[in-house]
Structure formats: C-alpha cells, structure tokens
C-alpha cells in the first residue's frame, strides 16, 4: 500500500531542515496565512496552535490525501507574545527586553489529513533563561548573526546560544522550531510512520522552493 504524500506547509528552510532529518520525502508548500494576531487578547501559546492548524489546513485544502505539517512559534514573556524582530532596532527592544528574564518559546505543529478527518495540533513549550546582556554583547550578536527571522531575535542553532543561561524543553529540536518527537507522533496518528513508510506519494507542491530565513 502507497504512503501517503508528506508536505509540509511552511516556507522556512530551519523547518524543512529539521523535517529532513527523518528521511521521509516530503514536499513544501507555502501555506499564505495571515499571522496576525486576533485583537482580544489572545494569548501567546493560543496564537502559535491557531497558526499551526491554519497552515495545516491551508495545504490540505488543496492536497486532501496529503499528511500535511504546519508549525509557529511564538515567544512568551510574561504573557505578552514576542515575533520576529524584522529590523535591527526592533532586535535590540526585544534582546533588551528579555535579558535577565525566563521567556516561554511557544512551539506549536499541526497535522492535518483532510480525507481521514484527521485535525490535530500540540504544543512544546520551551523555557528559556536568558543571561544578563550589555548592550556591546547585544550589538554583538545582531551584527554577526542577523536573527531577524527568529522569534525573539533568538537563535538558539546558532550564535544564539551565547545568550542563554538555560534551557527546558522536552525536545531540544522545539526550540528551533519544529518539535521532531511530536510530529513523529503525529504523523504515525496520520497514517504515516517514518520508520516503516519511507517512500511517499507523489503531489504537486514545490519540493525545492527557494528558502530564505526562517519564514511561517
């Protein structure tokens, strides 16, 4: 019996390079969703599961039978959601911001098989201490890293590493955006087990797009 098609609705080559490591085919597809976030106070963890599960459905509509990944992350400090920085002085506001402070990276992945009925989304949270940082280690780092597409200017994979004091997490991978022992887990929910299934059927999206930053 043929795999299903594995996709994973993202634009971010990190995702699609930890997604590799289980050396199942996929293709990527970019999902187009807003990711504004609702205007009554929708909370941080909240925002990054409704992300996850859009992007999933967003693809699935247009490949049914596919196992189609979605995933965000967005950074909590003391409730308030923290995203991409985009521009060097909004980094600055946030690295300032979180220095010295825990900040909850809110990791969300959705699976979504639309012809199964399958519709399902986890969090990995990961609590993150930041050190103490002058404004020399913070210029520093934004120079010779450029994390502008990361979630809290924080690149963990990285020079980010530098920053931190510690870091909880269940899965060392939901930090860097794409939780693997979770989408393992649901992929095999989906119907499709990357130990056993390793040639997966054929679909239309893009399975080598052009990948710049960490994208949605």
Known sequence: MTAPALILASTSRYRRELLERLQ??????APGVDETPLP????????AQRLALQKAHAVAQRHPTA???GSDQVADLNGQAIGKPL???RAVQQLRAMSGHSVVFQTAVAVVRQASGIAEVRLSPVVVRFRGLSDTEI????????????AGSAKSEG?????????????????????LTTVCELMRLAGLDPLTDGVAGEVSANPHPS??????
Do not use: K, M, W
């Open 24 to 29: 199942v085919p996929f293709a990527v597809e």
């Open 40 to 47: 009554a106070g929708e909370t941080p963890a909240a925002l």
């Open 67 to 69: 196992v189609v990944i």
């Open 87 to 89: 521009t060097h002085e």
């Open 139 to 150: 210029e520093n780092y934004l120079r010779r890293e450029q994390p502008y597409d990361c």
């Open 159 to 179: 020079l980010g590493i530098t920053l931190l004091h510690s870091v909880q997490s269940s899965d060392p991978t939901a930090l860097i955006g794409l939780p």
């Open 211 to 216: 990948l710049i930053g960490r994208g949605t």
